[in-house]
């Protein structure tokens, strides 16, 4: 092989690799990624530098809404002087750090526990108490806080609340629905598809709609029940169908063989699904059940409807002041950022449980 | 393999049939594919059934552990009826192995997973002991290096012995194998006859759906025929092979041999 030798310590042409390599490969190959690497570049051109001067060198940063009106540039202002109400709403002025303190302890979980190597009882029981505290902290009226009516809470954390628990129990309740579906015994799925069937076939402001104007109507007189518990629930409902039906299809997607080869071992009907249907079927769906989660947290903002006040609508209420009208490009891409970190975040969760979850069938 | 444990097993239903089938009828909607089938099994009895594809050979093994449902007459199996009772079900189905043509191995868990479920789950046994139990039987199927991977990593030979595996650690008392060599390349067919083969000279009972022929000659007491959802012949091996009675036998077997 000496005589290979010379060959051998060639090196691919420059053309081929290191950075011009990449952009030759990746920008400019064939003529139609030219054109569009052209156009973008244009394009880009001509609105980037623009959009810097407006947002960065133009800008008014902790000014009155009157600079504002003088200013060429953006006008944060609209963001920096309402941060609080933006965030925390109609919540009592004096007691804002509750709700803060509830977010950090409810996002600092979740980072916690996005290992789930780390799931045991002993979490279980640290998510239990945090929970508490959490609701404590909103609620008050024990340990010297003072009581705030829910009907107060709005902003981020009314945000925060209702996309929480909306995902956390809309997936199961749609996994069981989904199992229910595919029953054998026909009330169980009779019940399954009417409720997939019907919850899809209404938009979800008509839901709350009915959670908050109807479902009182229906209520014994003296009864009532919290607003925002209405609107939970209402989204609960909504979600868990959507869900039900990207589960079905995980469900329907598997080899029959496995239902097979688990009932052959003996394994009764919630082993089955539990330690051999569900851990495969899940995963296949992952992606399309992360987008129905994603929705749901975006459509929380339908709550305006009900008249509660998310941290989309207290943007608005902000920008109906006089003082502050005609800055809502500003206020509105502050709001999209908060929102963009939150479906961002849950989206590379998602691609991270996937790789995760790879059966490494490759790596011989 | 743990003979006398085998043994054992099988002394208790010494002289009854451990499988029991009579004058039992199966439908698929209006088609008829199981037409009066009757079947006794004694105890480490080894029976190879064959037929062309079709001929409902399959339907039968799996009417056994009740993977279908048969509409009309009885399969008793190891005195327990087979009935709509979902209890009378999983309790068959955790004394009856089935091997299965692609194996169906639950691609998720690794081998000794895959192993130790069925003791953990339905016999209860702690998670130490099953996975010794499992150790122990990919031993049997000579292939313990291979515990910790995943079925995707393994040959379908090699998939095929773990399958097999996994049955035997629930102890089974019967095995029922539905062609379990079709699906392989023919280099990998040897190496799970072989496994099998050493399973029937242990005193398994076995019920095997195979076109092997080798096989049949070699292990089974009994060879069944079926055609056209019934069972057209049954001989013991040289009788089946070198005289059989029937025309659509002789048909068979001058296609295949």
């Not at chain 1, 970190?341 to 989206?347: A, E, I, L, P």
């Not at chain 2, 709509?84 to 189905?93: A, F």
Request: aromatic content about 10%; charged content about 20%.
């Amino acid at each position: 092989m000496s005589t290979n030798s010379e060959v051998a310590d060639i090196k691919p042409p420059a053309i081929n690799v290191g950075v011009l390599g990449w952009v030759r490969s990746h920008l400019f190959n064939g003529a139609l990624n030219t054109i569009a690497t052209i156009v973008v570049l244009l394009v880009g051109m001509k609105f980037i530098p623009q959009f810097i001067q407006w947002a960065f060198i133009d800008s008014v940063w902790f000014t009155s809404g009157k600079e504002c009106h003088e200013a060429t540039g953006a006008c944060w202002s609209v963001v920096t002087q309402n941060i609080r109400f933006n965030v925390f709403g109609y919540y009592p002025y004096e007691h804002q750090w509750r709700p803060l303190v509830a977010m950090i302890i409810l996002v600092s979980m979740l980072v916690y526990s996005r290992d789930w190597k780390k799931w045991n009882r002993r979490l279980g029981y640290i998510w239990l108490v945090a929970l508490f505290v959490m609701g404590l902290l909103m609620k008050g009226g024990l340990f010297g806080l003072v009581s705030v009516e829910s009907t107060k809470w709005s902003g981020l954390p009314l945000t925060l609340l209702l996309s929480f628990f909306g995902i956390l129990a809309s997936y199961p309740l749609g996994v069981a629905l989904a199992l229910g579906r595919q029953s054998t015994m026909p009330v169980i799925k009779a019940f399954s598809v009417v409720y997939i069937e019907l919850i899809r076939g209404v938009p979800l402001i008509t839901m709350l709609f009915m959670s908050s104007v109807m479902f009182p109507l229906f209520l014994p007189e003296g009864v009532t029940i919290d607003k925002v518990l209405r609107a939970q629930v209402a989204i609960i409902i909504f979600t868990a169908a959507y869900v039900a039906e990207v589960v079905r299809g995980g469900l329907q997607a598997m080899d029959q063989g496995q239902y097979e080869a688990a009932e052959s071992l003996g394994l009764n009907y919630f082993q089955k699904m539990r330690l051999i249907i569900l851990p495969q079927a899940l995963k296949i769906v992952i992606p399309p059940t992360v987008g129905v989660l994603i929705s749901a947290f975006k459509d929380t903002s339908l709550v305006v409807i009900i008249a509660l006040y998310d941290i989309l609508n207290t943007t608005k209420s902000i920008l109906n002041v006089p003082e502050w009208t005609g800055f809502s490009t500003e206020a509105y891409i502050f709001v999209a950022s908060i929102y963009f970190v939150f479906c961002f975040s849950m989206s590379q969760y998602s691609r991270y449980v996937e790789s995760e979850l790879e059966y490494k069938a490759e790596e011989k | 393999m743990n003979t006398e444990q085998l043994q054992e097993n099988n002394d208790t239903a010494d002289g009854q049939p451990v499988i029991e089938i009579i004058n039992m009828h199966k439908w698929f909607g209006d088609f008829h594919v199981l037409k009066d089938i009757n079947l006794r099994v004694m105890p480490q009895e080894k029976i190879v059934v064959c037929g062309p594809s079709g001929s409902g050979k399959s339907t039968v093994i799996r009417c056994i552990n009740r993977l279908e449902e048969h509409q009309r007459g009885k399969i008793i199996v190891n005195g327990t009826e087979l009935s709509r009772d979902l209890k009378n079900i999983e309790k068959v189905r955790a004394e009856v192995g089935m091997v299965f043509q692609h194996f169906n191995l639950f691609p998720h868990l690794t081998i000794v997973e895959n192993l130790s479920l069925g003791p953990i789950w339905v016999r209860k046994m702690p998670k130490k002991e099953a996975e010794d139990l499992a150790m122990h039987y990919l031993e049997i199927v000579r292939i313990p290096e291979q515990a910790k991977k995943y079925p995707g990593q393994i040959s379908g030979g090699q998939q095929q012995r773990v399958a097999i595996a996994r049955s035997l650690c629930m102890k089974p008392k019967i095995m029922l194998f539905d062609e379990p060599t079709s699906a392989l390349d023919p280099e990998m067919i040897k190496e799970v006859l072989d496994v099998m083969v050493n399973l029937a000279e242990e005193g398994m009972t076995m019920i095997v759906v195979t076109h092997e022929m080798g096989f049949a000659k070699t292990v089974a007491d009994r060879v069944i025929f079926m055609d056209y959802g019934e069972i057209v012949e049954e001989n013991e091996p040289n009788e089946f092979f070198d005289n059989p009675q029937h025309e659509r036998t002789q048909l068979f077997l001058s296609q295949i041999l």
